[in-house]
């Protein structure tokens, strides 16, 4: 095949690809620097009507749809013999058969990718149109500034969903395709692009497409040892033979992978936590036994006779309360965002008598949330902004030390409305690049912060998990 000069006013580099209807060219956008993507009909298939109009209704479907997920078109026009061509954003990320061309993905990327797909795919049911050729080919990665997008293309066998039932014609790709879209007049809907999201899954997961369609393949999990049966549920669920026993809808499909995704990384971080604690154990054990020895009996220090010692999920930290303020108890973490701080998830606990009633009522309790851009006190991170508690008098700041040589800065605000008072604190934590903020609400009139903060612990090797 020849390479031509030019296609329209790109200049042509190289070919990328080409299949059975089409040839894509490398193109250069000169007047705007930039490299293109051109997608020209194939001379053989030129002058058939049908397959005229399918090529240019690709890039009307794409236009259309608009989405950062969807490839888009920036360009249509014809060369002098006739044939259309689509100019679209070169994906310099290459394409997804490319990748796998190297072996499987590692189980959470693939999961990813797949939900991306599944995103893209639903944005075209959206818009009342069936890709029908979803296959590792067709999905792109186009690096854009400091991640990937996943860009889902080639519409050129994509149909309206309102003629789904009437196609008499059977297409797409062998392997991706369920059996009823290999069968002229199967009739198809949105269940028959779900069934392809799971193949290209399962071609992530093991390194090869599933056996053909309808026939009931290894699960991943025989082919990959190791990975978790949630994985092979959700794929063998896509992979069904009869549709409705498939995931209903793409998005349906798309968050129970980001479900199983999450649950796979809370699990290893859980594993990390606990090899963590494991390598620590011995360490700590001997640290305790000289604690012990020192002090005669270190629990009365640490916990004062009649409070509470409480735990947050992961224990990276714990806490000793009046006996009052441990009614109820959440644990599950905190995005320090709420300081100002850089968004994330982190350890923390908030233990009152009425969470309901917190942190607006006169219910008594604590707040503790430890986090890495909690780096306070020092030049390594931003200083937090507390909130403010409009009514109250602020007292003078002031240091009060706390255990393993912390020091807390402590900012208090008294005589609040409901005779409340709050006091807001920071510990930074010497030796270690994370920090620990406290918000102590108490009522009454006894103050019993530095009571709080004297029972104050924290495991460091948790909160690097």
């Known amino acids: 095949m020849s390479v031509p000069d030019k296609i329209g006013r790109y200049r042509v580099v190289r070919r990328i690809g080409s299949g059975a209807f089409a040839t894509v ?13 051109i997608k020209v009909l194939a001379d053989n298939w030129s002058y058939h009507p049908d397959l005229r109009d399918r090529f240019t209704q690709e890039g009307r479907i794409l236009r259309r749809a608009d989405d950062p ?3 888009r078109i920036l360009d249509v026009g014809e060369l002098p013999d006739g044939r259309p061509y689509l100019v679209m954003p070169f994906a310099a990320g290459g394409t997804l058969a490319d990748r796998l061309n190297a072996g499987p993905l590692p189980p959470r990327e693939a999961l990813h990718v797949a939900a991306e797909i599944a995103g893209a795919v639903a944005v075209l049911h959206e818009h009342g149109v069936l890709h029908r050729d979803l296959k590792p080919s067709n999905v792109l990665f186009q690096p854009d500034r400091d991640r990937e997008r996943i860009l889902v293309a080639d519409l050129g066998l994509a149909k309206a969903l309102a003629n789904a039932s009437g196609f008499t014609v059977a297409a797409g790709s062998p392997g991706y395709m369920p059996p009823e879209q ?3 007049g199967g009739g198809l809907d949105v269940r028959a692009d779900v069934y392809a999201i799971g193949a290209t899954l399962y071609h992530m997961l093991t390194g090869r497409p599933p056996q053909r369609a309808g026939r009931a393949g290894p699960r991943p999990s025989q082919l990959r040892p190791g990975l978790p049966s949630a994985v092979d549920d959700l794929v063998r669920r896509a992979l069904r033979a009869d549709p409705r026993q498939r995931w209903a809808s793409a998005p349906v499909f798309a968050d129970a992978l980001r479900r199983t995704a999450a649950a796979m990384e809370q699990h ?17 054990a001997a640290a305790l036994a000289a604690v012990l020895a020192l ?10 006779p009649g409070w509470a010692r409480v735990r947050d999920a992961t224990g990276a930290l714990s806490l000793a309360v009046p006996p009052e303020w441990a009614g ?7 995005d320090p965002a709420a300081l100002g701080l850089p968004a994330g998830h ?3 606990l908030v233990v009152s008598a009425d969470l309901a009633a917190w942190p607006g009522g006169a219910a008594p309790g604590v707040f503790v949330g430890a986090s890495r851009a909690l780096a306070v006190l020092s030049e390594r991170g931003p200083e937090p902004t507390f909130p403010e508690h409009g009514g109250c008098v602020r007292r003078p700041d002031r240091t009060v030390g706390v255990d393993r040589g912390g020091r807390a800065l402590v900012r208090t605000w008294a005589s609040c409305a409901g005779g409340v ?10 030796g270690r690049d994370f920090g620990i903020y406290l918000q102590i609400k108490q009522a009454g009139g006894l103050d019993r912060t530095d009571r709080v903060l004297a029972g104050l612990r924290w495991s460091a090797a948790a909160v690097y998990s």
């Open 346 to 348: 982190a350890p923390a």
């Open 25 to 37: 060219w490398l193109g250069a956008d000169d007047a705007l620097d930039a490299s293109v993507a």
């Open 328 to 334: 109820q108890l959440r644990d599950a973490g905190w």
């Open 69 to 71: 997920r969807l490839v």
């Open 295 to 304: 002090a005669g009996s270190a629990a009365t220090l640490v916990t004062p």
């Open 421 to 430: 008072s709050f006091s807001e604190v920071t510990v930074a934590v010497p």
């Open 182 to 184: 290999a069968t002229p």
């Open 268 to 284: 290893t971080a859980r594993g990390r936590v606990r090899r963590r604690l494991g390598r620590a154990a011995g360490v700590a």
